[in-house]
């Protein structure tokens, strides 16, 4: 019965959260931004290379109201949030992202695509993967794609996403971190070559911040 009631209350009064943390954005079009980040627990695309793995499962602890996150971010000389994960779209993000910009904040979403569409955002990145099939509503609505790159092949593939997105899209190829060493020639290649692309490098780890 307890779990029930909690079940009821997710995206309206709590939200399970792995971390949240005030840093500096390291990926995509907003590389550099001081940032306000919520990490969202419970992911089911069970990518290989996945850096977050502790974020698959949910625990029970990890729930916390909406209103701890949001005094969290008050207190915060921050106009900019995250919304990341895990995969942030298993809840609904509509009082989440509505609490965010009451406070003049604005929300930017990373994603994987396969849960529906909820919030408001400024800021979608649209990161598909191969694991688990995106949905075709995040093709008009991302304003940025991020494909991560492991291997040469994963090019093509990064292509045929990136001519369904809208016309606005930014696009950014990403190396997969454990092996960006023997990829990142390739990367560069392949931009030279199709120059809308962009190379997003993960500056946190450079930096050392999380
Ligand atoms: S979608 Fe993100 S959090 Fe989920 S398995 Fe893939 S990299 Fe990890």
Not at 6 to 20: F, S
Not at 113 to 137: A, E, N, Q, V
Not at 141 to 164: C, G
Request: glycine share 6%; with cysteine.
């Amino acid at each position: 019965m307890k779990q029930q009631k909690t079940a009821n209350k997710v995206g309206i009064e709590v939200l399970p959260v792995m971390e949240k943390f005030y840093s500096i954005q390291g990926e995509g079009f907003h590389q550099g931004k001081a940032a306000y980040f919520i990490r969202t627990a419970g992911c089911d695309v069970g990518c290989s290379w996945c850096d977050v793995k502790e974020s698959w499962e949910v625990e029970k602890e990890q729930f916390i109201k909406i209103d701890e996150i949001i005094e969290e971010l008050r207190s915060l000389p921050c106009s900019f949030s995250v919304i990341t994960g895990g995969e942030p779209l298993i809840y609904n993000m509509d009082v989440l992202t509505d609490r965010i910009h009451d406070l003049g904040v604005k929300t930017h979403l990373e994603t994987s695509g396969t849960y529906p569409l909820s919030g408001k955002w400024d800021w979608i990145c649209f990161s598909p993967k191969r694991f688990k099939k995106p949905l075709d509503i995040y093709y008009e609505f991302a304003s940025e794609l991020k494909v991560v790159i492991s291997r040469p092949n994963d090019l093509r593939w990064a292509q045929k996403h990136a001519e369904q997105v809208n016309e606005n899209c930014v696009l950014f190829l990403q190396p997969e971190w454990s092996v960006s060493d023997q990829i990142l020639p390739d990367i560069i290649d392949f931009v030279k070559e199709n120059p809308e692309w962009n190379i997003s490098l993960q500056l946190h780890k450079y930096l050392d911040v999380r």
